[in-house]
């Protein structure tokens, strides 16, 4: 016959322990409850006790519509479904009878109403402590049939709502309290139950300090894999416990990974550490911070194998969204799938209607986060929605997944415990570290109930056993059963840098071992660890060796494969001085050949960090410029023609441009907020108006074309037929470069004798002396000659500088002269990169270099200022275009 036992634990780490134990001594009958679980099974008929996710959902449903006086203005704040459930727990287990109560005034009488509507509302078989507790009395008479004999083993206490039932059962079944070392409370020693304690064990303490809380948990993970690895202990013979486990997850999380240990975080992981729970928060961003290319981009990413919406999309449907467009709002993403290049796909109209229905959800915002939480998620990632917005209202559900937890994998009867201190006071190891023993992190300070205050109940009675009083009894506790050893740590500097004081826990023991944060530990967590300890270790290392030679390098004032020195005629090299160049790599392999060969052989660009700028760069505010100059350009040549055309007709063409680019902008690329980009606009059609109303004199028949291709550049729009084929090669003589790119603007006579060649720019004029600037300017050299080469010897061509804003217009004075030069320091410079040259030229000087980074820090004052003589040196010849005029 299988004889029934109980016995009563606290936490979910002490159940584990209790059960794995029964099992080990293959006890049957045994059950393994919690007080609530116990009484509840007592009390029958399906009762249950009142759980933290059944009481919040019953708060956000009642809360709404219940009348609570005084507390009306609140009900509706963020953080009342939380205050209310603690108050409410407070006063259940402390048997505080809210109904009752007096001399509160109109709060109590508001929580006690709040109370009334919140046990109306419960489920069936769900009750509050103190309607468990009265059923559980009505059938004790059957404790002995339900329940047999009962051992309550290593609590600290009960609270008050269960001591009746425990004392009416110890008069009818046998009930030990097994304390261990720990203090009995003076109503157990009151009553019949039988006490059964031990004595206090006695570790070896040490005490020590860590830099910061991120120090802390490194030096726990050190000392848990000495242990194992000097084989003093199993993995489940160690714990690792703080006040304030939320301040060491993260950091033990990641080095959990990194040291491949099995860590059981008895309080539950991140929600945010597992891919349901990236999903929610994507999702969260997103109602929270709007719509976003980023954001929906991550969600799908996450969500495309599910069973929802995203699942139904096509796989490579993301291919549809513009590179750099932050798609900010639903009109432009609705501007997006009404766009031709969607329509025109094959799937395209069913993808605009499906990921249309899913931005129309997520552009509601917070105010539908259920209805896109129930549409768009499944599965453990819907759970984790649908308990957030139980925690917390819609409009912060982004900080309640970030306090989310959910269960850990890890066993614990089988991996070293992460454990709060509470519930390691009643689950014992041998060997214990407790972390974060700081003035400020242990023990918590007391404060008052948010809704019940001091003045209204006193807290000795709302609260008989404060945070901070059980704090203080879970350490005692834990050093009171911990067999091997403690070690008490403490974080020096909290996490924000400012300076901690020690806990009022550590005055009995001395100042203790100073971890300093570089040291040399005896065992390390995993390979980075070892490598920083072994510093003679790692300098073995090719990356070591790169690094370390690196840093020499740049150091000295001579040229070093780290300053750009390779082998002659280099395969990349060859391939890139081969390519079909643009002025601007031109300019790029004339200034900066390091910067070349970064750009066009490695492929190397900076990323803007900023989705929405406040305001356009010079280079974005060119390209609109370019853009409207073209479409203004198209619409008038389609009419009179530019050369005729009034100022009516250009004041006309230029509004209607601007309107259709800067709607194309706001779909395709990031833009400022609305009221700077209408200045952008208006700013834009004024620099435009001058471009176009400049005096010039017009040629007999003139046709004029903007952004005309040349050299294999395809054309940008299908208005009008260009004056030459855009197809044919354009070769600098002498050099073997080949050249493409775009034309700003050019007028060409009918008879087709005389062209007029026009690059705009809107940054500060050029000095009329200046042909080639140091090889910063080649657009004008480099247009006139295209357009010469492809129209004719027979044109003259007159090619210009054109600056809008100043009305300053500079002409090409001597163009064979300035093409002879840019040939001949073009040629220089292909031959010194061919040889093996490439070093960082003036433009990794400038401040606007967009390669910087990857150059050393500060290299402007430094680096380069190291290196330059040496260049110059080096590239003979090849500098010379940066004294050019």
Known sequence: MVLRRVVVVQGRLAMADARLEAAR???????????????????????????????????????????LGELNPIKA???????????????WSAAFDLQSADGGGGRIASVACLERAVVAALPPGILPPGDLTAAAAARIDHASEILGPIDFVELVDLAPCWRPVVVALAERVPVTWISGPRPVPAWVRATAIRVVGRERETPAVEVCSAA??????????????????????KPSEIAI?????????????????????????????????????????????????????????????LLRRGPGPFGALPDEWTRILPKDAPLADLAAWERLLAG?????????????????????????????????GETLLSGLALRIWRKALLEGAPAVIDLTLSRQRIDDDADAGTSVVW?????????????????????????????????LSDHLVPSCVLDPVPRSVADRGDFDAILSTSAEAVVLSRPRRGGDGRLLGRSPLLRAYPDGRHLGRNRVPEHAVGEVDRLMARPEEFQETAHARAAVGCWKSWASAELTPHDGRIRADHPVVVAILGRTHSARSLRKLL???????????????????????LMLDHKAFGTLMHEVLEAAVVTMEAGVGLATADSAAKQAALTEAVAAIGDAWERERPVPPALVWRRTLDE??????????????????????????????????????????????????????????????LDLSECRSQARVRDYKTGKPRKPSEILAGGRELQRCLYGYAARVLLGAGVSVDASLHYPREGVCLPLEQPGEALDDLARHLTAAGASLRSGNAHPGPDAEDAYNDLAFALPANAMGLYCSRKRAAVRAALGDAAGIWEAA
């Not at 059950?31 to 399906?46: D, H, K, P, W």
């Not at 704040?77 to 006063?91: F, H, N, Q, V, W």
């Not at 940008?716 to 073997?736: F, M, R």
């Open 77 to 91: 704040l963020p953080g009342m479904i939380d205050a209310a459930a603690e108050t409410l727990r407070k006063a």
């Open 241 to 301: 416990a703080a006040c304030r486990t939320e301040d060491y997850d993260d950091v033990l999380l990641a080095l959990r990974a990194e040291a491949n240990l099995d860590v059981r975080f008895v309080h539950g992981i991140p929600s945010a550490s597992v891919r349901e729970g990236q999903a929610a928060a994507a999702l969260a961003d997103i109602l929270v911070r709007g719509l976003s290319q980023d954001g929906i981009r991550r969600l799908s990413a």
């Open 25 to 67: 001594r293959s006890e049957h009958g045994v059950r393994v409850l919690s007080i609530e679980t116990l009484v509840a099974r007592l009390a029958g008929g399906f009762a249950r006790p009142i759980d933290d996710e059944t009481l919040r959902s019953t708060l956000k449903r009642v809360l709404p519509e219940t009348e």
């Open 212 to 233: 910061t809380p991120r120090h802390e948990a490194l030096e726990a993970l050190r000392w848990a894999r000495g242990l194992m690895a000097s084989g003093r202990a």
């Open 419 to 451: 454990a709060p201190a509470s519930a390691l006071a009643c689950a014992p190891r041998r060997f214990v570290r407790l972390l974060g023993l700081s003035s400020r992190g242990w023990p918590h300070v007391v404060s008052e109930d948010r809704l």
């Open 591 to 613: 200034r900066d050949p390091l910067g070349f060969v970064w750009r066009y052989g490695l492929g190397l660009e900076a990323v803007d960090p900023s989705q929405e700028p």
């Open 340 to 372: 031709r290049d969607v329509q025109q796909r094959p799937d395209g109209p069913a993808l605009a209607q499906d990921l249309g229905a899913i931005l129309t959800l997520l552009a509601r915002g917070t105010g539908a986060a259920s209805e896109a």
């Open 684 to 745: 834009v059609h004024d620099v435009a108006l001058a471009a176009l109303s400049h005096p010039d004199v017009p040629y007999g028949g003139q046709t004029s074309w903007v952004e005309v291709p040349f050299g294999g550049q395809e054309p940008k729009s299908n208005a009008s037929a260009i004056p030459w084929d855009h197809a044919l090669p354009v070769e600098i003589p002498g050099t073997g470069f080949r050249i493409s790119g775009y034309i700003d603007r």
